[in-house]
T-cell receptor, first 112, second 116 residues
């Protein structure tokens, strides 16, 4: 069974601060995705990383896939209250399964 | 493009009662998923359909949960009888699979079930 461990589980920061969220596994994934989920809504895809060592930027968000494709990180620069939400990482094992294994998520609160 | 639709959005039932959830995926998406998300956890896959066939239902508690996707479009998930531990958000997602090197699942807003 493939597991994804996310840390920290909870994070409360002031507006303007930087933060990093981690997603780790002992398994190799063919791709890894980051989602954000707001209360009462389903997860919304932020980014997909596929290549080991890949770095993708989405405005103030920077996503990195580990060289061995077992871990990933999400860095937010100058956090804003609109960044508040549950951040989920999800791995796709490949082999045409089209299935995702989700981590438990990091609940981020950005205080104005 | 319309998103994944789910209904109802909220449901409160007593334990041992039955409940059903409905999902309408994005038009043309062959793959449909049902997930269970317990408070404080990530979504857990219950069942995956490809068109109207089941691809994987290994994590579906088949003694009480059932799902169908007639005609390969809409899907229903049923719980009978419900237990207290079934309280969760039930998410439906659909996907076209890999397109241009990207694999995306699109999620509906979910149904929040409370079992008393």
């Amino acid at each position: 069974t493939q597991l994804l461990e996310q840390s920290p589980q909870f994070l409360s920061i002031q507006e303007g601060e930087n933060l990093t969220v981690y997603c780790n596994s002992s398994s190799v994934f063919s791709s890894l995705q980051w989602y954000r989920q707001e209360p009462g809504e389903g997860p919304v895809l932020l980014v997909t990383v596929v290549t080991g060592g890949e770095v993708k930027k989405l405005k103030r968000l920077t996503f990195q896939f580990g060289d061995a494709r077992k871990d990933s990180s999400l860095h937010i620069t100058a956090a804003q209250p609109g960044d508040t939400g549950l951040y989920l990482c999800a791995g796709e094992s490949g082999a045409g399964s089209y299935q995702l294994t989700f981590g438990k998520g990091t609940k981020l609160s950005v205080i104005p | 493009e319309a998103g994944v639709a789910q209904s109802p959005r909220y449901k409160i039932i007593e334990k041992r009662q039955s409940v059903a959830f409905w999902c309408n995926p994005i038009s043309g998406h062959a793959t449909l998923y049902w997930y269970q998300q317990i408070l404080g956890q990530g979504p857990k896959l219950l069942i995956q359909f490809q068109n109207n066939g089941v691809v994987d239902d290994s994590q579906l508690p088949k003694d009480r949960f059932s799902a169908e996707r007639l005609k390969g479009v809409d899907s229903t998930l049923k719980i009978q009888p419900a237990k207290l531990e079934d309280s969760a958000v039930y998410l439906c997602a659909s996907s076209l699979g890999w397109r241009g090197g990207v694999y995306t699942q699109y999620f509906g807003p979910g149904t929040r079930l409370t079992v008393l």
